[in-house]
């Protein structure tokens, strides 16, 4: 079966760096997402890692390792808009996503 | 812009009603597009896999004669849920795209009465 596991919630402070986990067991694996999902809305692309390493995007930063079966998605200079679910995905060979539970962030003043 | 567009954006229907959703590609030609249902507080799941020119596959407990897919050419997909019940209502989000993409339609947000 597929297991993709994040921590349901989390909560910082404006202008501080958060760092959301993700780690997963599938049995493929073609690529992972990280989306951001404000409630009642359609998740909106983060990033997407398919190799080892750090990608950097803006404050966004999405870091893979493929061996560990581990990623995690680094926000910097928090915003309150920030404040979103944050869904970890893996194309597991079908293109078809599988998704995490999601991590509820909540940034506080 | 919007790559994947989606149609209604929500609808409230009678219970036993069906409702069809529509889901087109703008900027390209898919293939294959995928349908996702979330429930509140829950995560995205897959519910099926909607192939131009030939049957849907549908995921392990999804009723293929209760969500009825038709993907008649390569820019659009529907979803028809049939006989809706209260049960059925969710958000429901169809998603194409290519290797290393994924792209999202705004959704459909469907409450049954």
Same mark, same amino acid.
């Given at each position: 079966?597929?297991?993709?596991?994040?921590?349901?919630?989390?909560?910082?402070?404006?202008?501080?760096? =958060?760092?959301?986990?993700?780690?997963?067991?599938?049995?493929?694996?073609?690529?992972?997402?990280? +989306?951001?999902?404000?409630?009642?809305?359609?998740?909106?692309?983060?990033? +997407?890692? =398919?190799?080892?390493?750090?990608?950097?995007?803006?404050?966004? #930063? #999405?870091?893979?390792?493929?061996?560990?079966?581990?990623?995690?998605?680094?926000?910097?200079?928090?915003?309150?808009?920030? #404040?979103? #679910?944050?869904?970890?995905?893996?194309?597991?060979?079908?293109?078809?996503?599988?998704?995490?539970?999601?991590?509820?962030?909540? =940034?506080?003043? | 812009?919007?790559?994947?567009?989606?149609?209604?954006?929500?609808?409230?229907?009678?219970?036993?009603?069906?409702?069809?959703?529509?889901?087109?590609?703008?900027?390209?030609?898919?293939?294959?597009?995928?349908? %996702?249902?979330?429930?509140?507080?829950?995560?995205?799941?897959?519910?099926?896999?909607?192939?131009?020119?030939?049957?849907? !596959? %549908?995921?392990?407990?999804?009723?293929?004669?209760?969500?009825?897919?038709?993907?008649?050419?390569?820019?659009?997909?529907?979803?028809?849920?049939?006989?809706?019940?209260?049960?059925?209502?969710?958000? %429901?989000?169809?998603?194409?795209?290519?290797?290393?993409?994924?792209?999202?339609?705004?959704?459909?947000?469907? !409450?049954?009465?």
């Amino acid at each position: 079966g597929q297991n993709i596991d994040q921590p349901t919630e989390m909560t910082a402070t404006e202008g501080a760096i =958060v760092q959301i986990n993700c780690t997963y067991q599938t049995s493929g694996f073609n690529g992972l997402f990280w +989306y951001q999902q404000h409630a009642g809305e359609a998740p909106t692309f983060l990033s +997407y890692n =398919v190799l080892d390493g750090l990608e950097e995007k803006g404050r966004f #930063s #999405s870091f893979l390792s493929r061996s560990k079966g581990y990623s995690y998605l680094l926000l910097k200079e928090l915003q309150m808009k920030d #404040s979103a #679910s944050y869904l970890c995905a893996v194309d597991t060979g079908r293109r078809a996503l599988t998704f995490g539970s999601g991590t509820r962030l909540q =940034v506080q003043p | 812009g919007a790559v994947v567009s989606q149609h209604p954006s929500w609808v409230i229907c009678k219970s036993g009603t069906s409702v069809k959703i529509e889901c087109r590609s703008l900027d390209f030609q898919a293939t294959t597009m995928f349908w %996702y249902r979330q429930f509140p507080k829950q995560s995205l799941m897959l519910m099926a896999t909607s192939n131009e020119g030939s049957k849907a !596959t %549908y995921e392990q407990g999804v009723e293929k004669d209760k969500f009825l897919i038709n993907h008649a050419s390569l820019t659009l997909s529907t979803l028809t849920v049939t006989s809706a019940h209260p049960e059925d209502s969710s958000f %429901y989000i169809c998603s194409a795209g290519r290797t290393g993409e994924a792209f999202f339609g705004q959704g459909t947000r469907l !409450t049954v009465v």
